[in-house]
């Protein structure tokens, strides 16, 4: 074989390596990568099916119950507009309380409940994700204006 020819033989495998391995890494990124969705997200069926995501939001006060085996948990999480019922099992993180903000990671089951493989609390009192904040603060201007209507328009 001419040198031109291993030359080009060469940069050709090169490229095949370049590009198997960007490939590989891609796919481990679209495999690992979890997206945030709120409650009023999940309502609406804009989550995706059968593949892990968060869903962040408050935990409804007095939505918190405990199974008998001691690591299952159920409770509610809201965004103000819709909620959302969780089930969690295993131990809960010491800051996860009742009207404090939370994040879960899991799946949504056929049965509208978000089954929760991992939940995080927030870290002190001025901490919540900003999109989970974003999408409370759009919920509760949702609600307003839709109050402010049915109050405007029984007139």
């Known amino acids: 074989m ?9 940069i050709a495998g090169g490229l095949a ?3 198997a391995a960007a490939a590989f890494v ?3 990124f679209q495999e690992n990568l979890v997206f945030f969705f709120t409650p009023t997200q999940v309502e609406a069926k804009e989550v995706p099916q059968g593949r892990a995501f968060r ?3 408050m935990v409804v ?10 690591v299952t948990v159920q409770f509610v999480v809201t965004d103000t507009a819709k909620n959302v019922p969780v089930v969690f099992k295993g ?5 996860f309380r009742e009207g404090k903000g939370v994040v879960t990671q899991g799946k949504l ?17 001025n901490y919540m ?23 405007g328009g029984s007139k």
């Open 61 to 70: 006060p007095g939505s918190v119950k405990r199974q008998a085996d001691g």
């Open 109 to 125: 089951g056929g049965d509208g409940i978000f089954y929760a493989s991992e939940v995080l609390a927030k870290h002190d009192e």
């Open 17 to 19: 390596a370049l590009g």
């Open 26 to 28: 891609l796919a481990a």
């Open 129 to 151: 994700p900003p999109a989970a904040a974003d999408a409370i603060k759009q919920a509760q201007s949702t609600n307003e204006k839709a109050t402010h209507t049915l109050i």
């Open 55 to 57: 869903v962040g939001g």
């Open 2 to 10: 001419k040198p031109r020819h291993k030359r080009i033989a060469m």
């Open 91 to 95: 131990i809960l993180p010491d800051l």
